[in-house]
């Protein structure tokens, strides 16, 4: 009998070691499907071509101008003044983030006023979505049977971004244009012959090519129009304020620089997931190799706070960046880090409460070590599926 004892231990022995390395070969494979999986959800969101948004009308000819112009403009009342249309150009030479919905830009914006025009009409524009703008004429010149003005202009400009798929979110940057005389059915069109290839947004038509905006990718830049309609008359006898208006939008496509925002958000959480996965490794039922190593059991409780800590103060941070109003999906990353924290945090507290759990005794720690990975993984894969796609 005593002779059949390390016979069996021996075919056990086998038995578990060839357990533990089919367990290490699925979780390798699953581990590695879920990183291609990820890399070829990220690739294809952040190299998909840039869509305007929804409500916008991209116009980049004359023709595609007149055809939403005429689908638009409130018809001619008997004896009324008919819709005028002032064609307006725009050209950014500096775009600058003073925060997370601000953008400052300075550029010049140009008119040209033809002579058979109806008295009266005011020339100039008002930006309405500026919180702060600064403008000066710097040109006027008459150019056969109309008057070119040109004005330069500065402006902070309140934006409603949206950074739920940060840091793969696209943004657009629009420039909303009135006329003064808004009042008069006066509209703005933009001057698209003054562009070199204004059918092109990808050749940026009105933006310095030597233009620098830090962070961020300019992708294109192009006019569109919006049928807005306001809950007020301005104070304007006879202003249908329910009735849709076109207005004019000058538009700027950005995407993330993705390399540094990786670098600079994602460090914190991944350090933290692979110190996890050492410590997972390492504690277990064996007392030598944890002597070997110096850890304790009970100990890793502790270190699991500080990680929970330094996790916290790193989202804190990218929440100051983006100040956005819900969770963006880089944050999915933070919060999948707590609970692994919390489950190696648990999983240490069983090894020292329950040591001789068959789990435990027989297996050592293995199916903890097998599946971190791909449950950290599949869990990933899961998240950016649904917000991405």
């Known amino acids: 009998m005593d002779d059949q004892t390390p016979t069996v231990d021996k075919e056990r022995s086998e038995r578990i070691s060839r357990l533990r390395r089919r367990f290490w070969f699925v979780s390798a494979l699953v581990s590695l499907a879920c990183v291609i ?59 600058e983030f003073k925060g997370s919905y601000n953008v400052q830009v300075s550029g010049y914006i140009w008119q040209r006023y033809a002579n058979d025009l109806p008295q009266g009409i005011q020339e100039g524009f008002v930006i309405p979505e500026a919180n702060y703008l600064r403008f000066e004429e710097v040109d006027r010149a008459r150019q056969g049977n109309e008057e070119l003005i040109t004005w330069s202009f500065k402006a902070t400009l309140r934006e409603q971004f949206d950074y739920e798929r940060y840091p793969l979110d696209r943004q657009q940057i629009s420039l909303l244009l009135w006329h003064k005389d808004f009042n008069r059915n006066v509209y703005l069109a933009p001057d698209l012959a003054a562009y070199t290839s204004p059918g092109d947004p990808a050749t940026l038509p009105g933006l310095d090519k030597d233009i620098v905006l830090e962070n961020w990718d300019i992708q294109q830049s192009f006019f569109s129009y919006r049928a807005n309609a306001y809950n ?42 692979i110190q996890l996965f050492v410590l997972v490794a390492v504690i277990g039922p064996d007392s030598e190799r944890l002597e070997k190593f110096g850890v304790r059991p009970g100990g ?8 929970f800590f330094a996790v916290l103060l790193a989202q804190n941070s990218l929440r100051g960046e983006v100040q956005a109003g819900g969770l963006v999906y880089l944050e999915s990353l933070y919060i999948l880090t707590y609970f692994v924290i919390l489950a190696v945090a648990i999983n240490s507290v069983l090894l020292v409460a329950q040591p001789n759990l068959k789990l435990f005794r027989d297996y050592d720690n293995l ?15 899961v998240i950016t599926l649904v917000e991405l796609f």
């Not at 999986?37 to 004359?62: F, H, N, Q």
């Not at 304020?241 to 670098?263: A, C, F, G, M």
């Open 232 to 273: 007020t008359n301005f104070g304007i006898k006879g202003y249908e304020e329910d009735q849709k208006q076109p207005e004019l939008y000058y538009n700027v496509s950005i995407k993330r620089h993705l390399l540094s925002t990786l670098i600079s958000r994602t460090i914190t959480p991944l350090v933290i997931l």
């Open 37 to 95: 999986v990820l890399v070829g959800a990220w690739v294809r969101a952040y190299t998909a071509p840039p869509a305007p948004e929804p409500a916008d009308t991209v116009v980049t000819t004359p023709d595609g101008v007149e055809r939403y112009l005429a689908a638009y403009f409130p018809a001619r009342q008997n004896g009324g003044e008919g819709p005028v249309f002032i064609p307006t150009g725009v050209y950014i030479e500096s775009m």
């Open 300 to 307: 890793v409780i502790f270190t699991c706070a500080a990680f």
């Open 367 to 381: 199916w903890a070590e097998a599946l971190y990975w791909p449950a950290i993984l599949l869990t990933l894969v």
